[in-house]
Every structure is written in structure tokens, then in C-alpha cells.
């Protein structure tokens, strides 16, 4: 897929730098830096919801009853 993004010249001309330092394209960079960006995105929200229960101090079925009970 194709995509049309805006991007300053400062970050073209770093972008180019990197990619002749690399001997690779621009579009490998930017590929590479997308990748990067969605993984760590996604792995942030899994690390987020990871053990969200740890930090309270109720039991977890004691909770559960008493928030059925309100029913």
C-alpha cells in the first residue's frame, strides 16, 4: 500500500541522511519506523491491562458478590 504523509524538510533531510548512512531508502526507514511505533503501541496496552487488579486490596470474588448483590 501507498501512502501520502506530509513531513517537514528538517525530517527529510535527517530522513535522507540516515538513509545514505544505512545504504538503505527513505521508504526502509520509514517502513522500519512504523513498525516500530505500532509495536510499541500495542505492546503498551497489553503491559496496561496486565495485572490491573494488582493494585486493589479486595479480594476479587468478595468484590464480584458485593457488586451482584447491588443487582
Known amino acids: 500500500m501507498r501512502?501520502?504523509?506530509?513531513?517537514?524538510?528538517?525530517?527529510?533531510?535527517?530522513?535522507?541522511?540516515?538513509?545514505?548512512?544505512?545504504?538503505?531508502?527513505?521508504?526502509?526507514?520509514i517502513r522500519e519506523a512504523v513498525a516500530d511505533y505500532l509495536e510499541r503501541r500495542g505492546r503498551q496496552t497489553a503491559e496496561d491491562?496486565?495485572?490491573?487488579?494488582?493494585?486493589?486490596k479486595t479480594d476479587g470474588l468478595a468484590y464480584q458478590e458485593k457488586i451482584r448483590s447491588e443487582w
Open 49 to 56: 491491562a496486565f495485572g490491573l487488579w494488582g493494585q486493589h
Open 3 to 29: 501512502a501520502l504523509v506530509d513531513i517537514d524538510e528538517g525530517q527529510v533531510r535527517d530522513l535522507d541522511r540516515l538513509a545514505k548512512q544505512q545504504k538503505r531508502s527513505r521508504a526502509a526507514l
